[in-house]
């Protein structure tokens, strides 16, 4: 049976247009935000009811911050914005004919429609590697690879056969973009610095991190002299950084590279690709082999001018040709374009078209070590570092937030330490 169409705020002046906002991450947040004294009545729809802060999920994932450190429940967020409703809802498709947003419970009509729904891990066709090699998208995902972390560790502990000692305390990172280059750095640190003494019959300091990386160098998004800096880095931290070495298998025993290698290990993690939420298909629009939606320079797929789709959802090529990397400060301008998109309209302005604001990139490698790139020059190492921990400070929502996050940090530069080491979930 069809879903009841239900208007959010009925029997309020019909004058106020209704814009319904998909997904609660940066660009949904930074357009929800962007309208709060709007003429508008927004309904904010996400699957979770809270924001993540996916840049620092890595830190969650190795034991350095606990989730409650990166992630603030979406209606604190918002909850002194009187323009606004927020669901905790799945959104089944996008009825264009009738201007609705159909989720698993209702029918939302809509004036406006943001689409901001992220993107997820993507295996390349053989989605049956997840279950040896989560990704790293989710709170769930990064505590649970947390877990495998930490219990290799307590199992090369527990274990009198050697093979299996070294195979657990092997970790193989399967990408070497930011997300990759910051887990293998995490867990070296981990395993040669913060735990090296608390074990009596392995030597954590002998673990094995291995990179494998399908093409040429690692962060290729940044310049070549940044990517070797980077490598450079991670070998310096203990990580074996492997280059032109495709994953051809995944299974519980380890990987098998597209050369024949075999690496035996008990723990992987996906850093290798990304698929952008179903929006394709629920717009019926076309999209690129990742599934990100096709827009114009107005963030409009075809013959929608009253639908925005934003961020990681997005493919986009700006007003002056440039390509829109897939980035939460790109999101962010997005999701205000889209909002002032909106409030033009109200106020009977032309439509304009999104520029990209390159700000800079960032990626850390780990304790005091990082690369920023922004574009006239570069930067490596320490002062690189300071600026990113500043940078993802300053992004993170809420004072709290980040003034833990930020003690958090101190204290773990000074002592090592890493506070958030529990294994939690599955069965141990």
Known sequence: ???????????????????????????????????????????????????????????????????????????????????????????????????????????IPFDYLIVATGARHAYFGRDEWEEFAPGLKKIDEATEIRRRILLAFEQAEATIDENERRRLQTFVVVGGGPTGVEMAGAIAELAHRTIVRDFRHINPAQTKIILVEAGPRVLPAFPEKLSQSAAEQLTRLGVTVMTGAAVTNCSEEGITLQDGRRIETAT????????????????????????????????????????????????????????????????????????????????????????????????????????????????????AWVIWCFAHIWFLIGFRNRIFVFLDWIVAYVSFERGARLITGGEN
């Open 1 to 107: 049976m069809d879903q009841p169409s239900e208007n959010p705020r009925a029997g309020q002046a019909s004058a106020r247009k209704q814009v319904v906002i998909l997904g609660a991450g940066f660009g949904g947040l930074s357009a929800a935000t962007a309208l709060r004294k709007a003429p508008v009545d927004i309904t904010l729809i996400d699957r979770r009811n809270y924001h993540l802060f996916q840049p620092l999920l890595y830190q969650v994932a190795t034991a350095g911050l606990s989730p409650a450190q990166i992630a603030s429940p979406i209606r604190r967020i918002v909850a002194r914005q009187k323009n606004i409703t927020v669901f905790m809802d799945k959104v089944a498709t996008i009825d264009k004919s009738a201007c609705e947003a159909v989720t698993t419970k209702r029918r």
């Open 268 to 383: 992987i993690t996906w850093a290798a690709g990304v698929m952008a939420s179903p929006a394709g298909k629920w717009l019926d629009v076309p999209c690129d082999r990742a599934g990100r939606v096709i827009v114009d320079a107005a963030l409009h797929p075809p013959d929608s001018d009253n639908i925005f789709v934003i961020g990681d959802t997005a493919a986009v090529t700006d007003a002056n040709g440039v390509v829109v990397p897939g980035i939460a400060p790109a999101a962010k301008q997005m999701g205000y374009f889209a909002a002032a998109s909106i409030l033009g309209d109200i106020n009977g302005k032309p439509r304009e078209k999104f520029r990209y604001r390159n700000y800079g990139n960032l990626a850390t490698i780990g304790r005091s070590s990082a690369v920023a790139d922004f574009g006239r020059f570069t930067l490596s190492g320490f002062p």
